[in-house]
């Protein structure tokens, strides 16, 4: 013996106010959807759903296309919501959160916590200075990435070491407020500086035919000495100092 199954009309609509039963199951679910139990269970179904693999690849899917056309509003929303009380406490949280992270690795001697630091100061004197600089790209958040990649490609050419004197580039903790920064710490260089004579802008940047890995105390010291002075001691190297022939 079979049982009939009955159906609760929850949301009291006359089926005979419809020409046809996909109308008016269609408006069934519609109003359906507004009440709390309806609510509920979409809320649930989503849940599940997202949780799938089907569901992860659509997520990933519509993300992407939405960011992808819709860059610029989101950068000005993201702007205008940091400039609120609500938005700048939330930066503020996420920003000492990345500060300890970045920390830890420093505290324990990881070679990324110490480019990291170097990088952030190079994207921002680029940024503000419209330095050209091939490691950061402002449309993706690829620039870290880059950077990184290019240190590796470095180490696994060149060593550890430093690219002018071959000493080894360490990575030792230090607290800036208290403490010199060692000598021997990794530090990135530019190989023709702004004090080459034909302009920091116009210059070769931050590229990366341009930068190389070194110790903080060769950097300082290579600083010290200009782009000209420089040149003028290789040729004097290479080719010694010529002068006039007497007539």
């Known amino acids: 013996m079979t049982t009939k199954r009955t159906y609760t ?9 419809f020409d046809s039963y996909e109308e008016y199951r269609k408006e069934y679910k519609r109003l359906w959807a507004k009440t709390d139990e309806g609510e509920q269970s979409l809320k649930t179904a989503k849940q599940i759903y997202r ?15 939405y960011y992808q056309f819709n860059d610029e509003v989101i950068k000005m929303k993201k702007n205008a919501y940091h400039k609120t009380p609500k938005g700048q406490e939330v930066l503020k949280k996420g920003n000492k959160k990345k500060r300890d992270e970045i920390r ?3 505290e324990n001697g990881v070679a990324e916590g110490f480019l990291i630091y170097s990088y952030n100061r190079m994207k921002t004197k680029c940024k503000e200075q419209n330095i050209p600089c091939s490691f950061v790209d402002t449309k993706t958040s690829t620039g870290w990435e880059k950077f990184l990649k290019y240190f590796y490609d ?8 430093d690219y002018y004197t071959g000493e080894p580039m360490t990575f030792i903790h230090w607290d800036i407020k208290t403490e010199l920064r060692p000598m021997t710490n990794i530090s990135v260089d530019r190989i ?10 116009t210059a070769k940047g931050r590229r990366k035919t ?10 300082a010291i290579k600083n010290a000495v200009t782009y000209q002075i ?12 010529p002068f006039k022939k007497k007539k």
């Open 192 to 201: 023709q500086p702004h004090s080459s004579g034909i302009g920091y802008v």
């Open 230 to 241: 420089a040149k003028r001691q290789i040729e004097a190297v290479e080719k010694g100092i």
């Open 154 to 161: 470095y180490v696994e050419t060149y060593g550890c070491v």
């Open 9 to 17: 009309n929850k949301v009291d609509l006359n089926r005979d106010d």
């Open 51 to 65: 949780g799938t693999t089907k569901g992860q690849k659509q997520i990933k899917h519509y993300s992407d296309r």
């Open 210 to 219: 341009n930068v190389a890995f070194c110790t903080y105390g060769t950097n």
């Open 104 to 106: 830890l690795l420093r």
